[in-house]
């Protein structure tokens, strides 16, 4: 299985919507990070969580890591066709950080008009 | 943040010949990496570039594949050696200076024909 795994895979809102993706490690979490992509372009980083119960956020996009589920939620308020692309979530596992990002599969994300 | 560039930002290459991929930082970073990403895929880590010594490779990537050179703490190469279809992918640089943070290159398209 999978050490990071995020659901879901794709996802498709009306503009508007409110949506959350969902990581979820299985392994100890030192560190959880949320990257954009877009097709053809290189990631964009959103934000780092460490400490469980930390929340922060980026512009309309907020994550919020549950140390104990080892799981992370991304969170779009009011999404834009602009949030449109692909959201990776990496992890560093272990208990220091050694900066080597394990990521999930992806959620790619489309908004409508 | 990091500025970081890479160059080429894509290439056709003839498989059995050799590419050499720069990562170029603005500033002064603790840690470099290189990450792989196949089409369809999401990054898979390929090594850790340290400074001044040897590159620490993950399992399944081998130095006489990946040569990796980082001869200051803004620059390193990344070499794809004796080159086949399945090398065809985007080769991404990362770097970090401070924990919370890792940021990606725009990254390198490969094509391998």
């Known amino acids: 299985s999978q050490e990071l795994e995020q659901s879901p895979q794709s996802l498709i809102v009306q503009e508007g919507k409110n949506l959350t993706i969902n990581c979820t490690s299985s392994?100890?979490?030192?560190?959880l990070y949320w990257y954009k992509q877009k097709y053809g372009e290189g990631l964009i980083f959103l934000m780092m969580?460490?400490?469980?119960?930390e929340e922060k956020s980026h512009e309309k996009i907020t994550a919020k890591l549950d140390e104990k589920k080892q799981q992370s939620s991304l969170h779009i308020t009011a999404s834009q066709p602009s949030h449109a692309g692909i959201y990776l979530c990496?992890?560093?596992?272990?208990?220091?950080?050694?900066?080597?990002?394990?990521f999930g599969q992806g959620t790619t994300l489309q908004v409508k008009p | 943040s990091a500025v970081i560039s890479q160059k080429p930002s894509r290439d056709i290459c003839q498989r059995g010949t050799s590419l050499t991929i720069q990562c170029q930082v603005d500033s002064q970073v603790t840690m470099m990496f290189w990450y792989r990403q196949q089409p369809g895929q999401s990054l898979t880590l390929i090594a850790t570039a340290n400074q001044g010594s040897e590159a620490t490779y993950e399992s399944g990537f081998v130095i006489d594949k990946f040569p990796i050179s980082r001869p200051n703490l803004t620059f390193s190469t990344l070499t794809v050696s004796n080159m086949s279809p399945e090398d065809s992918s985007i080769y991404l640089c990362?770097?970090?200076?401070?924990?919370?943070?890792?940021?990606f290159g725009p990254g390198t398209r490969l094509l391998v024909l």
């Open positions: 990496g992890a560093v596992h272990g208990s220091s950080n050694t900066g080597k990002l394990i």
């Open positions: 969580l460490q400490k469980g119960g």
């Open positions: 392994k100890t979490l030192y560190g």
């Open positions: 990362s770097v970090a200076r401070i924990v919370e943070t890792q940021y």
